[in-house]
């Protein structure tokens, strides 16, 4: 997978997360807080990810498959 493909895909995750939680938040849910949690961590082990395979790339390095 390219770097552009996994950036795009990290975005359109957190996109999705902001959604969820705004349409959560309006609806007044008890599951908010929750959903958040789980989400967050979601989205912020997405974002390493992409950082982490993306700095490797960089230093010429391969991660393993």
Known sequence: MTENRMTA?????????????????????????????IGGAVVGLTWVVVGMTSASRRRGTQTRS
């Open 9 to 37: 895909g990290a975005v359109v995750v957190s996109m999705i997360f902001g959604i969820v939680v705004a349409i959560l938040a309006v609806t007044g849910s008890e599951a908010l807080s929750l959903v958040a949690i």
